[in-house]
């Protein structure tokens, strides 16, 4: 039927002009139109976007709970890392903030896991038993080692996310973190500020951007030493900052050529070298330069 047409029934739609304007005597009722609720749709996508901001630091399913750390540290102890400091330290170090978020649900497994780069955040057993190594120390006797803090003086070689430096903050006089890589070094830059707002009490690690081979000499010499990349050699400037009474651990490669092996190496009293070896690992390469 064409809208020229008529069945006698009054017409719904489409609607002249004047039929859809409001009266003016309609505009001159406010209290009526204040009866009338608005719908704001816009109120609830803003609330929408805060809550998602606030998600964007991943609290759920218990990753900020101490219960799932302790879990973590109780698989630590069964693998042979008993030192309580270090546990401690594993305990309250959100390991979630410093995984991207994709990993997320990972984050306390043990298991290596991407930070990008080409680089890894290492595996909580080997970061542990790296630590314990550490804090074993012939040096721990000296007299100038603070209770509590074992690790003294401490320069870390390849910051990576920052999460084996928030460790290590724990267990030091004071911590000196270098990475060669800019990015890896904003990025653990905003992750230990993040760990820092959650508890304001957090020491604070120095972070450097250069190049972890030729070391850090303006804070040397160093109580302890800790490399997260591996080479074919130990650079000789990590074996000149190294203090009397210090221990340095770094992964080398094997000479057979049978992967990379866990190196400790104290520096004694009298300024000599002893080197042992922990076992096999496996970590990034050790390279020189930044980028």
């Known amino acids: 039927m064409s809208q ?18 409001s009266a003016p005597s309609a505009r001159l009722k406010p209290a009526a ?13 803003h609330q ?3 809550e998602r901001r606030r998600q964007s630091i991943p609290q759920g399913v218990g990753l900020d709970s101490m219960q799932i750390r302790l879990r973590m540290v109780e698989r630590l102890r069964s693998d042979g890392i008993t030192h309580p400091g270090v546990l401690e330290a594993f305990a309250r170090t959100p390991r979630h903030l410093f995984v991207d978020t994709a990993l997320v649900n990972q984050a306390y497994e043990d298991t290596s896991l991407p930070i990008g780069l080409g680089q890894t955040i290492s595996k909580p057993s080997v970061v542990g038993t790296m630590l314990q ?18 690790l003294g ?17 724990l267990l030091a006089r004071q911590v000196i973190s270098i990475e060669r890589l800019r990015d890896l070094h904003i990025k653990a830059r905003g992750n230990l500020d993040q760990i820092r707002q959650h508890v304001p009490a957090w020491q604070d690690v120095r972070l450097v951007y250069g190049d972890g081979m030729v070391g850090h000499p303006p ?10 990349a591996g080479g074919a050699a130990l650079p000789q400037a990590w074996l000149d900052q190294l203090a009397p009474g210090g221990r340095l651990i770094a992964p080398m490669e094997d000479e057979r050529g049978q ?29 020189s330069g930044i980028t």
């Open 4 to 21: 020229g047409q008529s069945d006698g029934k009054p017409r719904r739609f489409p609607l002249p002009l004047d039929k859809v304007a």
């Open 33 to 45: 139109a204040s009866s009338r609720e608005v719908l704001r749709p816009q109120a609830h996508l």
């Open 48 to 50: 929408i976007e805060q």
């Open 133 to 150: 190594l550490l804090c074993s120390r012939p040096g721990l006797t000296m007299p100038h080692v603070q209770p509590g803090r074992p």
């Open 153 to 169: 003086l401490c320069l870390e070689v390849g910051t990576g996310c920052g999460y084996q430096a928030a460790l290590l903050s």
């Open 219 to 228: 804070q040397a010499p160093y109580d302890t030493i800790i490399a997260a």
């Open 259 to 287: 992967g990379q092996v866990l190196t400790v190496v104290d520096r004694l009293p009298d300024g000599s070298l002893q080197h042992t070896r922990a076992g096999a690992v496996l970590f990034v390469p050790l390279k």
